[in-house]
């Protein structure tokens, strides 16, 4: 009898709140790992499992990253917004006056000040969206390569075309 193993999950109404720290979760296949059906198309779907999956993990898993990061940092901004709002209300109804609370909510005040600057200056959602663009360009470029489609049309140069293109894609600093 197999020993069941506890694994603990996040409750569903936690479940999209951004992780920290973040690590990369369960990849989810780009091509089928059953080739059995595919035989015509192995040596395409060979290439890839052998240079460009590892390319597209890393763009994915940076996209994942920044998104988190943004996430992770808004949901600072609006439960900090929060408190220090609930924190002017109480020193409101007591009547003003206490210098400590005063101080406490100036203080976070000027903290979520800076995440809001630091949201705008890192750019994350700006990066994640470049990066999921770069992903998602990598892997379109691919499956018109699996279709011979377009450029990938020519049996002599498929490979070295989309070697260039997948290139070209990394290189692009931001969208197209």
Do not use: C
């Not at 996040?10 to 059906?37: E, I, M, Q, S, Y």
């Amino acid at each position: 009898m197999e020993a069941k193993r506890f694994q603990l999950t996040r409750p569903a109404l936690l479940a999209r709140f951004p992780k920290v720290p973040w690590r990369p979760g369960n990849d989810w296949p780009v091509v089928p790992t059953d080739r059995t059906a595919y035989e015509m198309l192995d040596e395409d779907l060979a290439l890839w499992d052998d240079g460009l999956d590892g390319r597209f993990r890393a763009l994915d898993h940076q996209a994942q990253r920044l998104q988190n990061r943004f996430w992770l940092l808004s949901l600072v901004l609006i439960f900090g917004s929060v408190a220090a709002t609930i924190l002017g209300a109480v020193h409101a109804a007591i009547g003003g006056g206490n210098v400590w609370l005063a101080a406490f909510g100036a203080v976070l005040s000027g903290l979520l000040a800076g995440v809001a600057v630091l949201i705008r200056d890192r750019r994350s959602q700006q990066g994640y969206l470049n990066a999921r663009l770069k992903a998602e360009r990598m892997k379109s470029e691919y499956f018109l390569f699996l279709a011979r489609a377009g450029d990938y049309a020519s049996e002599q140069n498929r490979i070295p075309v989309l070697e260039g293109r997948v290139a070209e894609i990394e290189a692009a600093e931001g969208a197209p």
